[in-house]
């Protein structure tokens, strides 16, 4: 019986150990030998990979150097249905209506029909608001899907100069373009194993964390008061004289911040099917060159008195015209014949003052090769005209200054240019260049960054010098006063007493399939203002235009100059004297 | 007493304490047999693989309270987003400008600088 016994669990015995072995055989298959093929089927199955997305940069504008935020984000909504399990369709309609209103699809009743469906979107920019009160409903059947959206709480207020974000994420136009790849930051990546409800656990030695980088921060040296006087004084003059569009720039001469920057018409980047026109979006005072007119003519006298070329009381004979080569080139303005000095030249805006500067730089009555040369190192090469300022704002045009190398880079085209034609060049190289010949000779790179914001302290940047000795002080001083005489000696009483104002008209000639049309002429105005014997706080540039109006200078685009100068001097609580 | 009580045992140990010498004899009154034995290592294996799950598990735990706290964390930040709009539209320069307050204004009549 003992006998009988042993032998049966040595069967057993036997019959485990096979068992035990074949199970270990069997794992070592599993484990070792197809290792690989079962951890990619777990992965496919537990692994779940999230994008933690960047939060992209907010915008700031500046009211009297304090921060304000101009574009922010808000978390938004798109609530969706199940149509298959969704109990209470009517009720859910009723909800959203009272909930969600105007963010409710017109046709959500007939989207909860379509029971054949699992998805169907029934609102869309909800706010976190209106969320959480339709999630209190406990409607069953109703999902949420979180997102962002830009919010523009000035509405249009420099709208060109900030750009808008499209339906992508991608920024298009102004800073939005420009910085974009800045202002988005980096999207983060979360990979581990998650449960049945997609909860992510810390489970497994596979899982990848890698944080999103948020975008950054930015901000603008716009002003958002001198931006909103500057689009309400364009708009005023614009509706005035009843012209159809217009540009605005101000800027800080001392340190090439741009101050403000306006375009009529204009837009809500909030309401982007509401724009007419695509030609809205473009900030044309960087991306429209045009021939300048007789504002450049302020860079041609402070050539002519940096070079030693003249004097403000240098004289010449006035005709009302002068030759070059084949050439007869004419004054706008006539009668001031005789001899008669720079300054007196500069007030009337005479060319032929202009072209005697040109032929002075030559051998005195010929604008020669050293004439030329010497007007392109100054214009293009110090002033920057012809170039892109590098402004971090998209769609920058460059204009043309054509060099004297070039075959059309001749005499005829360069006694153009001193009078501002033949050349195309945006305002703000205008503004820039100006800012420069009246600040005592800095170029100051054109900048729409005053800083960025990090952990809610706004870290400045420091202004960019390009060149320092673009003019000498003492022809800096000379030019600016000169300005300032052709201003004040035809509009005495349009100034507030007691600062120190100038200005310069420009009246173009408007191009139509390269040949010059009467019916149709661009105002330009280019000025400067501050203290007295102070350095400038201020430069303005003002352009309007309008299909089939002939537009003076003077008469149409200094008053929007004064308005906003006028205006500027009050709130820069700049204090008069006398 | 104590003190006699200690010395003899010390008497007894020095006197047993020899070189293979069995100090103590014990036998079982219950025998286990080999598949009592393989139960028992079976069971105690199972114990300890019960305890290593029930730790390597316990983090998983704080997953859901983590998840909890992301949760909460995402519907504040998208309040206080909605927040600062609203206070960024209300302090909207269009807003400032059509206040109530703003109507009460009146432009200065008259304007004195302190000298410099």
Redesign the interface.
């Known amino acids: 019986m003992q006998a009988y016994t042993n032998k049966r669990?040595r069967v057993?015995?036997i019959i485990?150990f096979v068992a035990v072995i074949l199970f270990v055989i069997r794992l070592f298959y599993i484990q070792i030998v197809r290792h690989d093929y079962y951890a990619l089927q777990a992965n496919s199955e537990q692994m779940r990979q999230w994008i933690l997305p960047a939060v992209r940069g907010e915008i700031y504008s500046l009211d009297r150097g304090k921060p304000?935020?101009l574009v922010?984000?808000?978390?938004v909504f798109t609530v969706w249905a199940d149509p298959k399990v969704v109990a209470e369709p009517d009720k859910i309609i009723d909800v959203l209506k009272r909930v969600a209103g105007g963010n409710l699809r017109s046709n959500a009743a007939d989207l909860l029909k379509k029971t054949d469906t699992r998805y169907q979107i029934l609102a869309t920019k909800v706010?976190?608001?209106q969320a959480?009160l339709i999630k209190k409903e406990k409607l069953y059947g109703l999902g949420f899907e979180?997102g962002e959206q830009r919010?523009y709480?000035?509405?249009e207020?420099a709208s060109q100069v900030l750009g808008f974000v499209d339906n992508n994420g991608n920024g298009q136009y102004g800073l939005e373009g420009a910085l974009n790849n800045q202002l988005t930051g980096k999207d983060g990546l979360l990979k581990t194993i998650a449960d049945v409800r997609d909860?992510?656990?810390?489970?497994g030695k596979d899982n990848v964390m890698v944080p999103a980088v948020n975008g950054q921060d930015t901000v603008l040296t716009i002003d958002?008061?001198i931006q909103?006087y500057t689009e309400k004084a364009l708009r005023d003059g614009l509706q005035k004289i009843g012209a159809k569009n217009g540009s605005a720039v101000v800027m800080d001469p001392q340190t090439g911040r741009v101050l403000a920057m306006a375009n009529y018409p204009t837009y809500d980047p909030s309401k982007l099917n509401e724009v007419e026109d695509v030609a809205y979006f473009n900030n044309n005072t960087i991306s429209k060159p045009y021939e300048p007119g007789s504002d450049i003519k302020t860079f041609t006298v402070a050539m002519g008195l940096d070079t030693g070329t003249i004097t403000p009381q240098s004289t010449y004979l006035n005709t009302d015209y002068i030759q070059v080569d084949d050439r007869t080139i004419a004054n706008a303005l006539k009668g001031h014949t005789g001899t008669i000095t720079m300054q007196d030249a500069l007030n009337y805006s005479l060319n032929t003052g202009m072209v005697t500067i040109m032929q002075r730089l030559g051998n005195g009555s010929q604008i020669t090769d050293k004439a030329r040369n010497t007007t392109y190192e100054y214009f293009h090469d110090r002033m920057r005209l012809g170039q892109l300022t590098g402004i971090e704002l998209a769609n920058e045009s460059a204009g043309t200054v054509i060099a004297p190398t070039d075959a059309e880079g001749n005499a005829v085209r360069y006694s153009n240019m001193s009078f501002g034609q033949g050349m195309d060049i945006t305002m703000l190289q205008v503004s820039a260049g100006f800012s420069s010949i009246i600040n005592g000779g800095t170029y100051y790179k054109p900048t729409i960054i005053a800083g960025k914001m990090q952990n809610g302290n706004f870290v400045a940047e420091q202004p960019s010098v390009i060149r320092s000795n673009v003019i000498s002080q003492t022809a800096s001083d000379q030019t600016r006063e000169m300005v300032h005489i052709a201003r004040t000696g035809f509009h005495r009483n349009i100034d507030t007493p007691g600062y120190y104002v100038g200005g310069k008209t420009g009246t173009s000639q408007t191009l139509v399939n390269g040949r010059y049309v009467n019916n149709e002429t661009i105002a330009t105005y280019l000025g400067f203002g501050g203290a007295i014997n102070q350095p400038s706080k201020y430069v303005i540039m003002i352009e309007i235009s309008s299909p089939g109006m002939n537009l003076e200078g003077s008469l149409h685009a200094m008053p929007i100059f004064t308005d906003i100068s006028n205006w500027m001097l009050g709130y820069m609580q700049i204090?008069?004297k006398g | 007493m104590p003190n006699r009580r200690n010395q003899s045992m010390r008497t007894f140990q020095s006197s047993r304490m020899n070189r293979n010498y069995n100090n103590v004899s014990y036998v079982s009154a219950v025998k286990l047999g080999p598949v009592t034995h393989t139960v028992l290592v079976a069971l105690m294996i199972t114990v300890l693989g019960l305890i290593y799950l029930t730790q390597a598990t316990k983090a998983t735990g704080y997953d859901y309270a983590a998840q909890e706290i992301d949760t909460k964390i995402a519907e504040l930040a998208s309040q206080k987003s909605s927040l600062e709009v609203e206070n960024a539209k209300l302090t909207a320069l269009k807003s400032a400008q059509n206040s109530s307050v703003a109507a009460n204004m009146v432009a200065p009549s008259d304007v004195q600088y302190l000298p410099q």
């Open positions: 669990i057993l015995a485990v304000q935020k922010l984000n808000e978390t706010s976190s608001r959480q979180r919010v709480p000035e509405g207020l909860v992510p656990l810390t489970l958002r008061s909103a204090q008069p």
